[in-house]
């Protein structure tokens, strides 16, 4: 097979992470909007003088310029119209929330897969974390929302086996998804949620983050979503991010 060769490309992007690499390089993740998820090789990035110092700090995005590869690393050559999310890069539990939503979109899908209505909804996403909007709710959005993309669909909408909509559900894992009052006996391990519980999970699974205006939550009912999502993440989808750990213990000093 010939090599495959870098074609030079403008592209709408997001800074997923960067790591070190060699004495003064550094690796750096984009999601971009029209070729999916793109590993950069940035050349004398860790000098303290480096043009594009500002193009690559965690929390920006922009349209920038590069050679892209199909495979394999890509080189980014220039920037126009950078912008940070300056909020998120002030507040650490922003920066927790919007970093493990970030890994856990990573996971979800292979590189250079063009995943241009994901890029749309983390932009969104991002946005309303920047900007305010409540980080463990939009967190929790995504983490429903991409349960599918890690090949785990939860039926959300009636009750697995009968599909009655008008009781009370409950969550059972053996079946994927909700079961109705009439149906509790069938799982003995189903997760007793309560209905507000419920009533949110049914909603994260559905809301349009374009749309999203306000949502208030108890600090009950978000430990009860924090606890079923984990359930989820855990038994069902099997990945979970390193980031995820710094959230866990952000949590343990709530009261
Ligand atoms: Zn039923």
Partial sequence: MPLAKAKPAEFHGVLLYSKAYRERDLLIKFLTREFGK????????????????????????????????ADGLSYLNNYKNIDHFQGITADITKNAYATYTMSLIDLAFQDSLPIPKWYDQLMIGLKLIDTGFDEEIITNIFEIQLLAAFGVAPNWVDCSICHRRDLPFDYSEAYGGLICQNHFDRDPYRLHLDQKTIYFLRLFSVVDLTKLKTIKVSDQTKKSLRKVIDQLYSNSVGVIPKSKRFIDQLGKFKI
Wanted: proline share 6%.
């Fill in 38 to 69: 793109k590993m950069f090789l940035v050349h004398g990035a860790k000098r303290p003088k480096f043009r594009l110092r500002a193009a690559i700090l965690p929390f920006t995005y922009g349209t920038y310029f590069g050679d892209l590869k």
